[in-house]
């Protein structure tokens, strides 16, 4: 630690730190542009130039390190000239279009232009102009003449995006930002270029001109996609979502979201929006009034009961659902006396889990790992910031090794290192490829293998093992498709062998919002109940489907029509085909809740706006139609009331850890696999970002779409 006094107060701080560092610490504030916490020190913007005693010239605060002693004054007359002749020079070439700058209202340069700018210019000449580009449906350059050069955009692209995707060509004044050869922008976590820009360079192209920054009232949320559960604040007008932007959370999701939980808000607007219940009578929807609908569903359960049995109802529900109406879903079917329901819509096996699958370690030390293995997972689209997380992690040394059917690597520098350990195997072949490893790893600590498979050991296979055998903290993590996959129950036995051998923690990257929750309120089906894959083959006479579109969510062949009655609980026209009846319930907007992220964090919400038309929160739904039904059960007045009934108390912040975990006495098999299902498309997740324009118009929606159309075709 170092003692340096800024503007006459003492700050200590760390050596190595910079100027600029200590004066946050301090509380104080130097005006820059191309600093950015989570980024590299350029110092390209000058703006942060000082005065520091003895040195001959302003120097920059966020590239001049700290040293015992330092006098550092930021608001010398020295320190102030010298700020202000930047800022001359940075608006040399800006144009002076505030009023119909997306950014007005919430722009660095026009703060600091007020506290640092001349109320003229002496720059006769004329201005230079550059071209707008078009770089895909996110993000808008068609402003780029306002961009200062701070290059923000460009190091997020190579350190957390991990792809360079913007770059810096020509030199001067006639510096451009740039694709090169017209490519689009196509990072999974692109939308946070528009955060770090602090011009109206980089807009969201889904936003633009749709309203002014100070119109927003802003409101704090949860993301609804996947087990990241990053914060999100809402920005509303007239009742209306209008944009979403990350709420800052360092132990979740740091100061970045992903572009699925920034523009999907747009499906929340959308025309597919159910808004009133509705019956189909004679084949054709009519639209009908709650206590119509209700009774409907409670007299048609009711009678299926007493005609036919309990067990003959079911319910198929959505893990991208609330905890309340997760509990709440369960103990109506139990209510009704069936163990009918399950969340594992996409699974192809479904055994009986010991414990609540989760990550297996926190959120926050992906960051800090010395190596991990990554089973089954397309880790960049399934779960971007989980990847960026780990990105950090090889940055600083980390050894990340894969066994998946995706490239994980496919780019140079898409880890900010050369590719590293990968087995690039078809998903039938997974287990054996860990098998291999496993064998690896009981060669060079001489016990004896789980399973014999190979007579030669693949030296891709020892590599693995060597990283993961040569300490520090590392992490085994299951992706989606190992969850999914026919042998998930032996890949999962292989992987917690291989992190008792090499003391690496085990997990599951777990695929939604809530499939922690979902575990936790036992959204499964019970003793002798049916699980998805059974009741999505038909037989049952009463199908309830919350939030879920089997069609586009379920991995089993679908065969709706043996179903009787089909029930569907969603805020959008879904299922119309197959269902019987439809009812309109809240999205994540509009509806409190509780959403459980991978690491059984518990994460409370509010609705940011009233529900759409005739819609309700489907906990409400759930309680009344409990009521209608008599079933036993206490009288919610609030989604905290059921929070609190679900968890077992209120004030819960984490789930405890006795009941966490990812423990399995299965036996392993090794022969290659048979009907492992297709990849999910990055924004195929939910209901949602499905009905999301922009996000569908992405190259990565395009090409899930292009490979369905062919397989189809096959």
């Not at 130097?30 to 302003?58: G, Q, T």
């Not at 608001?75 to 010298?82: E, F």
């Not at 692209?157 to 490519?183: C, D, K, L, V, Y």
């Not at 996947?226 to 979403?244: E, F, P």
Request: proline content about 5%.
């Amino acid at each position: 630690m170092v003692e340096i006094e800024i503007d006459g107060k003492k700050v200590e701080i760390a050596e190595g730190s910079m100027v600029i560092h200590a004066a946050d610490k301090a509380g104080m504030y130097i005006p820059h542009f191309c600093y950015h916490k989570k980024l590299s020190i350029v110092a390209s913007c000058r703006m942060c130039l000082v005065d520091v005693e003895k040195a001959p010239k302003p120097v920059p605060a966020c590239a001049t390190p700290v040293t015992q002693g330092m006098v550092v004054r930021t608001h010398s007359a020295k320190a102030i000239s010298a700020q202000k002749s930047v800022m001359e020079f940075l608006l040399i070439n800006h144009p002076l279009d505030c009023p119909v700058c997306d950014q007005g209202g919430e722009c660095q340069l026009q703060d600091l232009a007020v506290g640092y700018g001349m109320s003229g210019t002496r720059y006769e000449e004329e201005k230079r102009v550059v071209k707008p580009k078009d770089v895909g449906p996110l993000i808008s350059m068609q402003e780029m003449t306002r961009c200062i050069h701070c290059t923000r955009c460009v190091r997020f692209g190579q350190e957390i995006g991990g792809s360079m995707e913007f770059g810096m060509a020509n030199r001067g004044e006639f510096s451009a930002i740039e694709t090169f050869i017209g490519r689009s922008v196509d990072s999974e976590l692109s939308g946070n270029m528009i955060d770090v820009c602090p011009v109206g360079a980089l807009t969201s192209k889904p936003f633009r001109f749709s309203a002014r920054t100070w119109e927003l009232s802003r409101r704090k949320s949860v993301s609804p996609h996947d087990s990241t559960g990053a914060n999100l604040i809402v920005q509303v007008k007239n009742n209306k979502v209008m944009r979403v932007v990350p709420f800052e959370n360092e132990a979740v999701n740091e100061c970045w979201i992903a572009d699925r939980d920034r523009f999907s808000y747009e499906a929340l607007n959308g025309e597919d929006r159910l808004t009133k219940p509705m019956l189909k009578q004679g084949g054709q929807w009519q639209e009908v009034d709650w206590q119509t609908a209700l009774e409907y569903v409670a007299n048609g359960l009711n009678d299926i009961k007493a005609e036919f049995g309990a067990d003959k109802i079911g319910a198929l529900v959505s893990p991208h659902s609330t905890l309340e109406e997760l509990y709440l879903a369960a103990q109506l079917v139990r209510g009704l006396g069936s163990e009918n329901i399950d969340y594992r819509l996409r699974h192809t096996e479904f055994d009986q889990p010991e414990g609540i699958r989760w990550l297996g370690t926190t959120v926050e030390s992906l960051s800090s790992l010395q190596g991990a293995l990554i089973v089954g997972s397309n880790l960049r689209k399934d779960h971007p910031l989980f990847a960026q997380r780990i990105r950090q992690s090889v940055r600083h040394g980390a050894v990340v090794s894969a066994i998946t059917s995706r490239n994980l690597l496919r780019d140079a520098d898409a880890w900010a290192m050369p590719v590293q350990n990968q087995f690039l195997l078809d998903p039938a072949d997974w287990c054996q490829a860990l098998a291999a490893v496993a064998q690896a790893v009981a060669a060079e600590k001489d016990v004896p293998a789980p399973v014999e498979v190979f007579a030669d050991i693949p030296d891709l296979a020892m590599s693995i093992a060597k990283a993961l055998l040569a300490g520090g903290t590392q992490a085994i993590l299951l992706g989606n498709a190992a969850a999914h996959h026919p042998q998930a129950s032996s890949l999962l036995a292989l992987c917690q062998w291989l992190g008792c051998q090499t003391g690496a923690s085990v997990g599951y990257l777990t695929e939604a919002a809530n499939t922690v929750g979902a575990q936790w309120v036992k959204a499964l089906p019970g003793h002798n109940g049916l699980n998805a894959g059974q009741m999505l083959a038909g037989g049952l006479r009463a199908l309830l489907l919350l939030n879920t579109e089997p069609a586009m969510d379920a991995t089993a062949p679908v065969e709706m029509e043996g179903n009787g009655m089909v029930v569907t609980f969603s805020p959008f026209k879904a299922n119309m085909d197959v269902s019987d009846v439809l009812l309109p319930i809240a999205p994540f907007s509009e509806t409190s809740g509780t959403f459980v992220n991978a690491e059984g964090r518990v994460q409370s919400f509010h609705a940011v706006v009233k529900p759409l038309g005739d819609t309700r929160p489907a906990w409400k739904v759930l309680r009344v139609l409990g009521d209608m039904l008599g079933l036993a059960q206490p009288v919610f007045n609030s989604s905290q009331e059921v929070l609190a009934h679900a968890l077992g108390g209120s004030g819960i912040s984490m789930l405890p850890a006795s009941s966490l975990s990812n423990a399995t006495q299965a036996s392993i098999t090794v022969e290659k696999a048979v009907n492992v299902p297709r990849d999910w498309g990055i924004y195929e997740l939910d209901g949602i970002v499905r009905r999301a324009p922009a996000l569908q118009q992405t190259t990565d929606a395009r090409e899930y779409r292009s490979q369905g159309e062919q397989g189809v075709a096959a």
